[in-house]
């Protein structure tokens, strides 16, 4: 009796880990499919489309994370087959520059503007 | 004098802004592949089309010649237009033809090749896509040129023209 209730625990425990092993995959193929464009579709990512282009894609992600590949290294997959453009979230290289640090350069110059303009008033 | 340092940063502004916005008219927001990168082939194993056993890249690629991956499927209507030209193709011994049946019915598919005639050395079957993904494609007809370092030289998007099939023959010559 005992036995079996050691093996009943066990069993529930294994079957929760489990589970919460699945969700946290899901989570994270969930994540990388949204961060992936279809290319064959208009403004729509592989986890909106049902294209045929975008189901293999999807396969392509379930199969690499249950066999223990990282984000990155889906990522890196993907960006060697198809090019930075099937990434939404593109990395800073010298394409990309412009895209980074114009935003970051405005937003300093605001600040900068608005720094001034509230110091000269406070002078007056 | 300050009011035209203003004016002239903001025409400068907004000049940079029409800039990027009209060259971006200009270009494509489709997507576009790169076509002459040399990558390597993927290591993959597949099913044979005829014998449905399982074979390895490496067996498949194993001469030392050129070889041609085409991705083809039965409704695939473009694939119907090229099928004549690579079959002519296929007649050039310095090269050797892989077709890809692509997210097929495999009755359709061996309809297909019974009705317009086999081009291919051998067949191998993508029932989900995801060997296709390993050589980069995303969609049908797609055709990869590989030369005998076993590197992807050219790669046509869309059906193959004569112009294109000229091409392939005079890389390999």
């Given at each position: ?5 050691i093996?009943l ?17 899901d ?5 990388i ?5 279809c290319?064959?579709c208009?403004?729509?990512s ?26 990155k ?7 060697e087959k ?6 939404y979230?593109?990395?800073l290289?010298k394409?990309t ?7 970051l ?5 605001g600040?900068?503007i608005?720094?001034k303009?509230?110091?000269i008033?406070?002078?007056? | ?9 903001v025409f400068i ?9 009209y ?6 927001n ?9 990558k390597?082939?993927p ?17 498949i ?26 079959m ?12 890809l ?5 495999s ?6 090749i019974n009705e ?5 050395a051998?067949?191998l ?8 993904v ?13 030369d ?16 294109i099939?000229?091409?392939i ?5």
């Amino acid at each position: 009796m005992k036995t079996l209730k050691i093996f009943l625990i066990l069993f529930l425990f294994i079957g929760v880990a489990q589970l919460k092993s699945n969700e946290k995959n899901d989570i994270l193929q969930n994540k990388i499919l949204k961060n992936i464009r279809c290319l064959i579709c208009q403004g729509q990512s592989v986890h909106d489309s049902e294209s045929d282009f975008a189901s293999s894609i999807k396969l392509i992600v379930e199969k690499k994370i249950n066999t223990g590949s990282s984000e990155k290294q889906i990522y890196d997959f993907l960006r060697e087959k198809y090019g930075d453009w099937i990434i939404y979230d593109p990395k800073l290289n010298k394409n990309t520059y412009v895209l980074w640090l114009l935003p970051l350069l405005l937003f300093l110059s605001g600040g900068a503007i608005m720094y001034k303009k509230i110091s000269i008033k406070n002078n007056e | 004098m300050k009011n035209k340092f203003t004016i002239l940063i903001v025409f400068i502004f907004l000049s940079f802004c029409f800039a990027i916005f009209y060259k971006g008219l200009n270009s494509s927001n489709t997507y576009t592949p790169k076509t002459h990168d040399k990558k390597n082939i993927p290591i993959f194993r597949a099913k044979d089309f005829n014998s449905n056993i399982n074979i390895d890249s490496k067996k498949i690629f194993e001469e030392n010649i050129f070889y041609v991956v085409n991705i083809w499927a039965s409704w695939c209507v473009p694939c119907r237009k090229e099928h004549p030209l690579l079959m002519e193709l296929s007649k050039n011994k310095s090269v050797k033809l892989i077709g890809l049946n692509y997210r097929d019915n495999s009755i359709n598919a061996k309809n297909f090749i019974n009705e317009f005639g086999n081009p291919y050395a051998q067949i191998l079957i993508d029932n989900d896509g995801m060997l296709a993904v390993e050589f980069g494609a995303y969609g049908v007809p797609e055709t990869f040129l590989i030369d005998k370092d076993k590197k992807i030289i050219q790669k046509f998007v869309g059906p193959i023209s004569q112009q294109i099939v000229k091409e392939i023959e005079l890389i390999i010559e």
